[in-house]
Structure formats: structure tokens, C-alpha cells
């Protein structure tokens, strides 16, 4: 499995667009890439999945350049409930549900 | 639709005991991945069922085990527990089809004495 390199921590202020960036130089042909939120106490709650160019929600944009060594993460107009842990995960189909989760980014959003 | 929930929220043990924690997955998912997470720590892989079958396990020694019931629900269970399997452990289901995403629960928090 791909490993993952991502900041330990982020600061930001309401109404910011915060980007988070992933590395991932070893990532396989057939591997995804997703973005896991994470609050205190809780289970990690699937944001975004993407495998190349830009991918949309209505929470977040995933941007991953053409040598998809590596992703960011673009939450637009933060608010203070986006506090948490975001995890980048990258996973082939033969490795679903067996993710290596690293120690995520600490986002920390400030009024 | 049901969400993926979990039992016991919290749970203290005295060491060299035994726990069972269990799982039901959410409606059509067939696979069940369970992890452990330290405080402070992403979540750690411990293992995988799909269709009632282990599909995979982590660096984790053979004293954690579980199944998978004909209804996708799932326990694991940990024998001689040890003071560091103080840890909330979360149970995630899944399509178990191609990179479909997990659907976590809120984890069960184990404390060891």
C-alpha cells in the first residue's frame, strides 16, 4: 500500500478556503485516493474518492495532478464544524477496507 | 438507510481478561473492517471479513479474532487483553467491490486496568 505524507497540523480562520496536500510518490496504476474527516470520538467519515484531474462534492474538491504523486484536498469557506483530523488514504480495489491510516492533519479552524 | 452501529460504547476490562465487541454493518454492505486507534493515533487495521470469510489481517497477533455472521454483522474478540489494547475500536463497512469508501461507526472505547 501507498504511503502518505501529509502536514501534522493546519490553522485557519472562518470563511477561509483551506487546501491540504497529500504525498503520495508511490501510488500504484490502480490505486484510488480518499479523504477521510475525522471528530472527537467518532468514526472517520468518507469525504472524497478520486483517481485523477478534479473530482467535486458539495463538501469538498479533490485536485490530483497528471503524475498523481499527489492530491489536495480544497475545503472551500471553512467553518468552526470543520475542525477535526482529515486523513488521505490510497488504496487499490484488492486493498479495500485494509487502509493504512497515518496521523491524518490536525485542521484547526479559529473564529 | 441504517448506519454502521456499534456495542458497547465504552467498556473497561481488568487485564489477562477476555472482550467481545460487536458490529452490524449497514444495509448491503458485505464486508466489515475492524481497526484499533491509540489515542492521538489514525486507526490500525486489525481485520477483515467479507461474506463470513477473513478476507485480511493486520500486524495484529492471533489473540484478536472475530467473525462475520449470514447477516454481515461482525464481533471481534480479544483474549489476555493487555493494558495497551486501551484504544477505541471502530468497525467500517463496506461494499467490499472496488474501491467503494467505508462507512464507519463511533467505536466501542476499551479501557484496560
Known amino acids: 500500500l501507498a504511503k502518505t505524507t501529509q502536514p501534522i497540523s493546519m490553522d485557519s480562520y472562518e470563511g477561509q478556503e483551506v487546501n491540504i496536500t497529500c504525498s503520495h510518490n508511490?501510488?500504484?496504476?490502480?490505486?484510488?485516493i480518499t479523504w477521510y474527516q475525522q471528530f472527537p470520538s467518532q468514526g472517520p467519515r468518507f469525504i472524497i474518492q478520486?483517481?485523477?484531474t478534479k473530482v467535486t462534492n458539495e463538501v469538498a474538491s479533490l485536485f490530483i495532478p497528471a503524475d498523481r504523486k499527489s492530491s489536495t484536498l480544497s475545503l472551500p469557506r471553512v467553518s468552526l464544524s470543520d475542525t477535526a483530523v482529515y486523513y488521505c488514504?490510497?488504496?487499490?480495489?484488492?486493498?479495500?477496507?485494509?487502509?493504512?491510516f497515518g496521523q491524518g492533519t490536525t485542521l484547526q479552524v479559529k473564529p | 438507510e441504517t448506519g454502521v452501529t456499534q456495542s458497547p460504547t465504552h467498556l473497561i476490562k481488568t487485564r489477562g481478561q477476555q472482550v467481545t465487541l460487536r458490529c452490524s454493518s449497514q444495509?448491503?454492505?458485505?464486508?466489515v473492517s475492524w481497526y484499533q486507534q491509540a489515542l492521538g493515533q489514525g486507526p490500525q487495521f486489525i481485520l477483515q471479513?467479507?461474506?463470513?470469510?477473513?478476507?485480511g489481517r493486520g500486524n495484529f497477533p492471533p489473540r484478536f479474532s472475530g467473525l462475520q455472521f449470514p447477516n454481515y454483522s461482525s464481533e471481534l474478540n480479544v483474549n489476555a487483553l493487555e493494558l495497551d489494547d486501551s484504544a477505541l475500536y471502530l468497525c467500517?463497512?463496506?461494499?467490499?467491490?472496488?474501491?467503494?469508501?467505508?462507512?464507519f461507526g463511533n467505536g466501542t472505547r476499551l479501557t484496560v486496568t
Open positions: 508511490n501510488i500504484a496504476t490502480n490505486d484510488y
Open positions: 488514504l490510497v488504496a487499490g480495489s484488492s486493498n479495500t477496507g485494509k487502509l493504512i
Open positions: 471479513y467479507y461474506r463470513e470469510e477473513e478476507n
Open positions: 467500517a463497512s463496506s461494499l467490499g467491490e472496488g474501491t467503494s469508501p467505508l462507512h
Open positions: 478520486g483517481y485523477k
Open positions: 444495509s448491503g454492505h458485505n464486508t
